[in-house]
């Protein structure tokens, strides 16, 4: 299987309009809303770029990271400012916080889409 | 005759030797009444007489009548005595004076009467004139007769302007018209009324609230009103300062509650606005393409977002709103949960809380929603941070009306519930376990004297192997 953009948010409509954003663009698209699904998907493919929400119910952005065994880019996402201090987290490629314009998702998706 | 005279009587001769005396004489003089003075000399008999009397008796044997309505003396025993006397010549012949007579009366039972009547009444009006409360004295028809020093400062005007001329009613408010029906049949039924709280206007035309107690008395057969007035300016005055330290204390924790919840209002804001962000650009996205397919479902994803963004902004502006001295109103408890629940979400979510609601949709109190919200919220806040460390994460908002009297809330979390040493300690002021920085401990000592100024009471359950608060408060029938 190809590698996707892989986008991880428990908010169900972020994943919903990411999907259909990045998928009308012809852009390979896995959405999670759970963070253990995510981390073991995430073990067994490979992924162009990852956006993982910071706040999520059974485990945090970073600890999702913690559990990665490969690199891979990775942003983290967060509607209030304690993602501010993990952006210096290594393995943490940017943050972004929301709100966020969707435009900005998609030129950094771009970015590594068009390089790949 | 002389020995049973009711008054001392004794007779002298020119030398002041006893001639005779009566029994009376003896103990007017507070002396043994079996002794016999006759042949004695009056000045060795009384050694300590006053100069002043011997020389009445010299002007006497001149030939004076001389007199005293009241004169006083001290016995040997150092009691006083005091004396009405008329002292007088006597001759065996016309125009000689062989000795003089005294007569004494013993007047000290009616004086000291006397001066204790009067020390009594000056006493009396003492009290009245220099009491701190004020005291009136009026008609049955209100006309005041007498007033006193503190009730004039009361009521602003001089004892001239308001005795006989002013009357209770010019002073009373209408709005106590009904009230003061109620204590006039208080008066009729009992002679008595009030403890009576009112307020009277005063001649600068303010009012000044007083507390009024009184009596009916009767003189010459014609009754009156004795009335006590206590200003009650200062207790107000105080009772306000403390109503609005309660007031500043409670917006304080309030406002303690919201920093414990920033972080994650914040995000339950900013993920709507994101989800109205990434939605309108993929309307515009499919739009531009001319697939009208998905604007449907993008302008309900945008509506959703910006109801739920509103909810929460909605939920806090209520929660934040200072509480004022407002009526009380009937409250149902079913959207009084919801709206806390709806502030402590983001919280719950973010520690990933199972949370189980079962509320009676028929439960109804009276009170003050913003204050009894904030029990709520404070009540969650603590139960999430309570559960937030375990593995297990629940909390259990229920509320059951007893159909009675009482509509009962308990909030039940899987955190290890309190120590039982400490339970007592928890609704103290100050009291906190949590970390430095995470609570201000005024949560739950402001939650309990917030449901008990709605009746109410808030305790801790120790029966459970968890935490469970059970706030209990008067239902109000449907």
């Known amino acids: 299987m190809s590698a996707a953009v892989v986008y991880i948010d428990d908010e169900v409509a972020l994943c919903r309009v990411f999907e259909m954003v990045l998928g009308t663009r012809g852009i390979p698209v896995v959405t999670f809303t759970d963070a253990t699904a995510a981390v073991a998907y995430l073990n067994a493919h490979d992924a162009i770029v990852v956006f993982c929400d910071f706040r999520m119910p059974t485990m945090n952005g970073l600890e999702v990271l913690a559990r990665l065994s490969r690199p891979v880019p990775f942003y983290l996402i967060s509607g209030d400012l304690s993602a501010s201090t993990a952006a210096s987290t290594p393995g943490v490629t940017g943050t972004l916080a929301k709100p966020f314009p969707a435009e900005q998702l998609i030129e950094l998706v771009e970015r590594y889409t068009t390089t790949t | ?478």
């Not at chain 2, 309108?280 to 996205?285: G, M, N, S, T």
């Not at chain 2, 609704?427 to 005024?442: D, I, P, S």
């Not at chain 2, 004297?449 to 059970?470: K, N, Q, W």
């Open chain 2, 1 to 478: 005759m002389m020995k049973t005279l009711p008054l001392g009587v004794a007779v002298f001769d020119r030398d002041m030797r006893y001639v005779a005396h009566n029994r009376a004489w003896l103990v007017a003089h507070g002396r043994d009444d079996t002794e016999d003075l006759v042949g004695k000399s009056h000045y060795e008999v009384f050694p300590g007489i006053r100069e002043e009397w011997r020389r009445v008796n010299e002007r006497a044997l001149a030939g004076a009548t001389e007199r005293s309505e009241l004169d006083v003396f001290e016995t040997p025993h150092g009691k006083l005595v005091y004396l009405r006397w008329v002292v007088a010549p006597w001759g065996a012949e016309p125009g000689r004076v062989d000795g003089i007579i005294i007569y004494a009366e013993n007047v000290t039972e009616q004086e000291v009467t006397r001066r204790r009547l009067a020390e009594r009444e000056s006493l009396i009006r003492d009290l009245f004139e220099k009491s701190p409360v004020g005291l009136n004295l009026c008609t049955m028809d209100g006309l005041w007769l007498e007033s006193n020093q503190a009730f004039c400062d009361i009521i602003g005007y001089t004892q001239a302007e308001a005795d006989g001329a002013l009357t209770y009613w010019q002073l009373t408010p209408r709005k106590y018209d009904a009230q003061e029906q109620v204590q006039l049949e208080k008066l009729r039924t009992t002679r008595r009324y009030g403890p009576y709280e009112k307020e009277f206007a005063r001649k600068d035309g303010t009012l000044v609230p007083v507390r009024l107690n009184g009596f009916l008395v009767e003189r010459e057969g014609q009754p009156y009103i004795w009335s006590l007035i206590e200003d009650l300016t200062a207790q107000r005055a105080l009772e306000a300062d403390l109503e609005d330290e309660r007031l500043k204390a409670i917006q304080a924790s309030k406002l303690a509650a919201v920093g414990a919840m920033a972080a994650g209002i914040a995000h339950e804001v900013n993920n709507p606005l994101s989800i109205i962000d990434a939605y309108a650009f993929a309307l515009e996205d499919a739009l531009a393409r001319g697939d009208h397919t998905k604007t449907d479902e993008n302008i309900r994803a945008i509506r959703d977002a910006v109801t739920r963004a509103g909810k929460i902004v909605h939920g806090l502006r209520r929660f934040t709103r200072e509480s004022m001295n407002e009526p009380p109103e009937e409250i149902d408890v079913a959207p009084l949960v919801d709206e806390a629940i709806a502030l402590c979400n983001p919280r719950l979510r973010e520690h990933g809380v199972e949370l189980r609601v079962d509320v009676d949709p028929n439960a109804r109190v009276r009170g003050h929603s913003i204050e009894l919200g904030q029990v709520l919220v404070n009540l969650l806040n603590n139960a999430v941070d309570a559960v937030r460390e375990g593995d297990k994460r629940w909390i259990h908002v229920s509320a059951t009306d007893d159909r009675v009297g009482v509509v009962t809330i308990l909030v039940e979390d899987s955190g290890p519930g309190i120590p039982p040493e400490l339970a007592s300690d928890v609704f103290r002021a100050f009291f906190t376990t949590k970390k430095v920085g995470e609570g201000t401990g005024l949560g739950l000592s402001i939650s309990r004297s917030i449901v008990e100024r709605h009746g109410g009471t808030l305790t801790y359950d120790p029966t459970t192997p968890h935490a469970r608060f059970v706030v209990r408060l008067p239902r109000v029938g449907s």
